[in-house]
């Protein structure tokens, strides 16, 4: 269902639609916000943030984006805010049994073994490429529903996805992968 209907029947008084939104943008978002935190959990309440500013403030969508663009984008937001005070804080990044769990479920969340292939290439690579081919693959974004995201142009959207792929092939040819048959 269209999320900009949803929303505006929650913004109507309608409190269902506001279950239904975070049952249909929940696990997407936590996965999204995931590449920019490294830590699944913290992602998590990232994602319950962007929820909880959706419920309490109401922002006003002015449907220039889908409802899921502009959910990303302030779930982005929040996420910078999030990394700019850790940097304050200079914490410790997470410990090897968070990353064993992100990764089992991440395995839930991508079912077929192609996707996961590709999942675990993307890790290595930079935070950038990592959040565009996500957000183009996985999300199914449009190149300038991803730059209003990553506030960019749509045209360095493009070139940062090609080099993006091309930086991913690499990183599937050094596990012995053929970037082709995937």
């Given at each position: ?79 910078i ?41 993307m ?5 950038e ?32 996805l ?21």
């Amino acid at each position: 269902m269209n999320g900009n209907i949803i929303y505006r029947r929650y913004l109507s008084g309608d409190d269902e639609a506001f279950v239904e939104i975070i049952k249909e943008y929940k696990d997407g978002l936590i996965l999204y916000l995931n590449n920019f935190i490294n830590d699944i959990y913290i992602a998590e309440e990232l994602a319950e943030d962007t929820f909880v500013k959706l419920g309490i403030k109401k922002p006003k969508n002015t449907e220039k984006a889908s409802f899921k663009t502009w959910l990303y984008i302030i779930g982005r937001n929040i996420a910078i805010d999030y990394l700019r005070k850790k940097a304050k804080l200079k914490e410790v990044s997470i410990n090897n049994n968070m990353k064993l769990e992100k990764e089992s479920l991440e395995q839930i969340y991508i079912k077929k073994e192609n996707k996961l292939i590709i999942h675990k290439a993307m890790e290595r690579l930079k935070l950038e490429y990592k959040q565009v081919l996500w957000l183009s693959y996985f999300e199914g974004f449009t190149n300038k529903e991803i730059a209003r995201i990553m506030k960019k142009k749509v045209h360095n959207i493009e070139t940062l996805l090609y080099r993006a792929k091309l930086s991913l092939k690499s990183e599937l040819e050094k596990e012995g992968f053929s970037y082709e048959e995937l």
